[in-house]
């Protein structure tokens, strides 16, 4: 914000729509988390905006338009566990398989009696093709085996898996463990059923195997 105005960072115009995208929605979905026990959470609706309208300016500087006009080129219907939602979408399209998406939204603000203690790493983006997506076109969910609205789960380190006085780790703690990775490739499914703290029926068998 400046001058009570949200405010751009230029530096992102080097990146994908698909990054840009992916960047906000990290540390937007990293913010409801860590209020999501607050009873006034429906507040954020402001910060949703801000964060909206800003995501927006380096997606118009790089394509040489406006606020408005990209707001057109990517709204979306996000279909939520509440309904529906007004969100921002960028697919990336790949032959013979359904497109990649980054969304911006689709996370109601509502105020849960339960939360798991999850922290999602803000994306470090590099110039150039993203990593992100490169590793993306090639993967599908490490979890169910999905491959419909593929996102990106982060952790800081991997001890942050280790918690004190926890008797059993879940199984996409498990999997992240089992394979010495920071991150993990989700659905949308799976990546809400982790910040639920709600196992999905089908994690077993895809980890089991």
């Avoid at 998406?101 to 999850?118: D, H, M, S, W």
């Avoid at 093709?129 to 789960?153: D, F, K, P, T």
């Avoid at 952790?155 to 006085?165: E, Y």
Wanted: glycine share 6%; charged share 30%.
């Amino acid at each position: 914000m400046r001058n009570g105005k949200p405010i751009h960072l230029g530096r992102l115009t080097l990146n994908s729509d698909f990054d840009i995208v992916a960047r906000y929605q990290s540390e937007y979905r990293g913010f409801v988390q860590y209020y999501a026990l607050a009873q006034n959470l429906y507040t954020a609706n402001k910060l949703r905006w801000i964060m909206k309208t800003s995501l927006l300016k380096p997606l118009a500087m790089k394509h040489k338009s406006t606020v408005t006009k990209m707001a057109k080129k990517y709204a979306a219907i996000i279909q939520t566990e509440h309904g529906t939602m007004n969100g921002i979408r960028v697919e990336v399209h790949r032959e013979g398989k359904k497109p990649l998406k980054a969304e911006f939204g689709g996370i109601p603000l509502r105020t849960k009696l339960r939360v798991a203690n999850i922290t999602d790493k803000v994306l470090k983006l590099k110039f150039g093709r993203s990593e992100l997506i490169q590793r993306l076109l090639a993967e599908q969910c490490e979890l169910c085996g999905s491959y419909e609205n593929i996102e990106v789960h982060h952790i800081r380190k991997l001890s942050d898996l280790k918690v004190a006085g926890q008797k059993e780790k879940p199984l996409w703690k498990k999997r992240m463990s089992a394979i010495r990775r920071k991150t993990l490739i989700v659905c949308k499914a799976c990546h809400n059923a982790i910040h639920n703290g709600q196992p999905r029926a089908e994690w077993t068998k895809q980890l089991e195997k």
